[in-house]
Nanobody, 121 residues
Framework: QVQLVESGGGLVQAGGSLRLSCAAS????????MAWYHQTPGRQRELVAS???????VYVDSVKGRFTISRDNAKNTVTLEMSGLKPEDTAVYYC???????????????WGQGTQVTVSA
Protein backbone atom coordinates (compact mmCIF):
# COMPACT_ATOMS: atom_id res chain seq x y z
CA GLN A 1 0.00 0.00 0.00
CA VAL A 2 1.05 3.60 -0.65
CA GLN A 3 0.42 6.50 1.68
CA LEU A 4 0.74 10.24 1.07
CA VAL A 5 1.19 12.54 4.05
CA GLU A 6 0.74 16.30 3.63
CA SER A 7 1.92 19.11 5.86
CA GLY A 8 2.35 22.87 5.88
CA GLY A 9 -1.18 24.21 5.77
CA GLY A 10 -2.39 26.92 8.08
CA LEU A 11 -3.71 30.44 8.48
CA VAL A 12 -1.87 33.28 6.80
CA GLN A 13 -2.60 36.91 5.99
CA ALA A 14 -3.07 38.10 2.42
CA GLY A 15 0.29 38.63 0.78
CA GLY A 16 1.94 36.00 2.92
CA SER A 17 3.58 32.72 2.03
CA LEU A 18 3.19 29.04 2.82
CA ARG A 19 5.00 25.89 1.82
CA LEU A 20 3.06 22.66 1.45
CA SER A 21 4.89 19.35 1.46
CA CYS A 22 3.81 15.82 0.65
CA ALA A 23 5.73 12.60 1.19
CA ALA A 24 4.85 9.29 -0.42
CA SER A 25 5.80 6.00 1.18
CA UNK A 26 5.07 2.30 0.78
CA UNK A 27 5.35 -0.03 -2.18
CA UNK A 28 6.81 2.36 -4.73
CA UNK A 29 8.80 1.46 -7.78
CA UNK A 30 8.54 4.79 -9.56
CA UNK A 31 6.27 7.83 -9.35
CA UNK A 32 5.15 9.40 -12.60
CA UNK A 33 3.26 12.70 -12.26
CA MET A 34 2.76 14.38 -8.90
CA ALA A 35 0.32 17.21 -8.42
CA TRP A 36 -1.55 19.52 -6.07
CA TYR A 37 -5.30 20.02 -6.23
CA HIS A 38 -7.52 22.30 -4.20
CA GLN A 39 -11.16 22.15 -3.22
CA THR A 40 -13.54 24.67 -1.69
CA PRO A 41 -16.94 23.85 -0.17
CA GLY A 42 -19.48 22.90 -2.80
CA ARG A 43 -16.94 22.75 -5.63
CA GLN A 44 -15.12 19.96 -7.42
CA ARG A 45 -11.43 19.49 -6.86
CA GLU A 46 -9.34 21.52 -9.30
CA LEU A 47 -5.79 20.97 -10.47
CA VAL A 48 -3.49 23.70 -9.16
CA ALA A 49 -0.11 22.47 -10.37
CA SER A 50 1.47 19.27 -11.63
CA UNK A 51 5.00 18.11 -12.23
CA UNK A 52 6.30 15.17 -14.21
CA UNK A 53 9.09 12.94 -13.03
CA UNK A 54 11.39 14.82 -15.38
CA UNK A 55 10.37 18.21 -13.98
CA UNK A 56 7.89 19.51 -16.55
CA UNK A 57 5.30 21.70 -14.81
CA VAL A 58 1.76 22.86 -15.43
CA TYR A 59 -0.07 25.57 -13.46
CA VAL A 60 -3.60 26.85 -13.38
CA ASP A 61 -3.59 30.43 -14.66
CA SER A 62 -4.63 31.95 -11.35
CA VAL A 63 -1.43 30.87 -9.58
CA LYS A 64 1.16 31.42 -12.29
CA GLY A 65 3.97 33.59 -10.99
CA ARG A 66 2.94 33.03 -7.38
CA PHE A 67 3.15 29.26 -6.81
CA THR A 68 6.01 26.90 -7.58
CA ILE A 69 5.78 23.12 -7.61
CA SER A 70 8.87 20.98 -7.19
CA ARG A 71 9.76 17.41 -6.33
CA ASP A 72 12.57 15.28 -4.98
CA ASN A 73 12.55 11.92 -6.71
CA ALA A 74 15.04 10.41 -4.27
CA LYS A 75 12.76 11.22 -1.32
CA ASN A 76 9.42 10.74 -3.12
CA THR A 77 8.25 14.18 -2.07
CA VAL A 78 6.46 17.04 -3.79
CA THR A 79 6.32 20.63 -2.57
CA LEU A 80 4.14 23.62 -3.37
CA GLU A 81 5.69 26.99 -2.55
CA MET A 82 2.95 29.61 -2.32
CA SER A 83 3.60 33.34 -2.17
CA GLY A 84 1.51 36.44 -2.60
CA LEU A 85 -1.42 34.53 -1.16
CA LYS A 86 -4.91 35.86 -1.73
CA PRO A 87 -8.17 35.15 0.10
CA GLU A 88 -9.41 33.30 -2.97
CA ASP A 89 -6.58 30.79 -2.47
CA THR A 90 -8.38 29.54 0.63
CA ALA A 91 -9.11 25.84 0.15
CA VAL A 92 -8.19 22.34 1.16
CA TYR A 93 -5.11 21.31 -0.77
CA TYR A 94 -4.51 17.69 -1.76
CA CYS A 95 -1.39 16.12 -3.20
CA UNK A 96 -1.45 13.24 -5.65
CA UNK A 97 1.08 10.72 -6.88
CA UNK A 98 0.78 8.38 -9.83
CA UNK A 99 2.62 5.34 -8.49
CA UNK A 100 4.04 2.27 -10.19
CA UNK A 101 4.59 -0.67 -7.86
CA UNK A 102 6.82 -3.65 -8.47
CA UNK A 103 5.14 -6.24 -10.67
CA UNK A 104 2.19 -4.01 -11.62
CA UNK A 105 2.16 -2.55 -15.10
CA UNK A 106 -0.23 0.36 -14.57
CA UNK A 107 0.20 3.35 -12.31
CA UNK A 108 -2.38 4.09 -9.63
CA UNK A 109 -3.45 7.54 -8.46
CA UNK A 110 -3.01 8.06 -4.73
CA TRP A 111 -4.34 11.02 -2.76
CA GLY A 112 -3.24 12.67 0.42
CA GLN A 113 -5.68 13.46 3.20
CA GLY A 114 -5.73 17.19 2.47
CA THR A 115 -4.40 20.19 4.35
CA GLN A 116 -6.34 23.40 5.00
CA VAL A 117 -5.00 26.71 3.72
CA THR A 118 -6.82 29.81 4.93
CA VAL A 119 -5.87 33.29 3.74
CA SER A 120 -7.33 36.21 5.66
CA ALA A 121 -7.87 39.63 4.14
Amino acid sequence: QVQLVESGGGLVQAGGSLRLSCAASGRISVINDMAWYHQTPGRQRELVASISRGGDTVYVDSVKGRFTISRDNAKNTVTLEMSGLKPEDTAVYYCTADVRTTGILLAMRYWGQGTQVTVSA
